[in-house]
């Protein structure tokens, strides 16, 4: 079955830290991949998406993500963090074929002076 | 443009008591998901419409739960004799239309609290 792991469920960082937040998918073929944010009391807000082509992709707000197909992997990156980005993020994959939408569980980001 | 509206953006009611929650899509929009987000959790796909139709219900938890949409636009998930464990955040949100490729945009979610 396709599934969407985050295995991080909570992080720290310091702000102007780096950060990489971890996203691992199971699907027998490339999908679509996307990540959101979810600031408190928000909905979701797309950060960035891949679907083909350069496997590293820049999103709003500093964020970047590197598709590596060797290790199914789409991970968020942001070279230097502000207090601002505290939220969850979700990875997501969408399937090329069907309605078919799969959401990880999140990671919460705590931002520390 | 506008984004996707959901009303009410609260809702508190009582266990038994039937609820509405309402969302309007993006103008154009073909495609139409609800999700339930319960504390500390990811979300959970409840169920999508492409127009008005709704291919897949195999989200909802019970039969209490049931959604419908009409003109291809504004889609009511309805929850019958609600129960505590139905208190949680229910997102809608909306894309050109189902599959991989067309990202989804999400309205701010109406934060059910079932007393």
């Known amino acids: 079955a396709q599934s969407v792991t985050q295995p991080d469920i909570h992080i720290t960082v310091s702000e102007g830290a780096s950060l990489e937040l971890r996203c691992n998918y199971s699907?027998?073929?490339?999908?679509?991949l996307f990540w959101y944010v979810q600031s408190p009391g928000q909905g979701l807000q797309l950060l960035l998406k891949y679907f083909s082509g350069d496997t590293l992709v820049q999103g709003i707000k500093g964020f970047e993500a590197e598709f590596k197909r060797s290790q199914s992997s789409f991970n968020l990156r942001k070279p230097s963090v502000h207090w601002s980005d505290a939220a969850e993020y979700f990875c997501a994959v969408g399937l090329m074929s069907g309605n078919q939408f799969y959401f990880g569980t999140g990671t919460s980001l705590t931002v520390i002076p | 443009g506008a984004g996707v509206s959901q009303s009410p953006s609260n809702k508190v009611t009582e266990k038994g008591k039937d609820v509405e929650l309402r969302c309007d899509p993006i103008s154009g929009h073909t495609a139409l998901y609800w999700y339930r987000q319960s504390l500390g959790q990811g979300l959970e796909f409840l169920i999508y419409?492409?127009?008005?139709?709704?291919?897949?219900k195999s989200g909802l938890p019970s039969d209490r739960f049931s959604a419908e949409r009409t003109g291809g636009s504004v889609s009511t998930l309805t929850i019958q004799r609600t129960q505590q464990e139905d208190s949680a955040v229910y997102l809608c949100?909306?894309?050109?239309?189902?599959?991989?490729?067309?990202?989804?945009?999400f309205g701010p979610g109406t934060r059910l609290t079932v007393t």
């Open positions: 419409f492409q127009g008005n139709s709704a291919p897949d």
């Open positions: 949100a909306s894309s050109l239309s189902t599959g991989g490729p067309y990202e989804q945009y």
């Open positions: 699907y027998g073929a490339t999908p679509y």
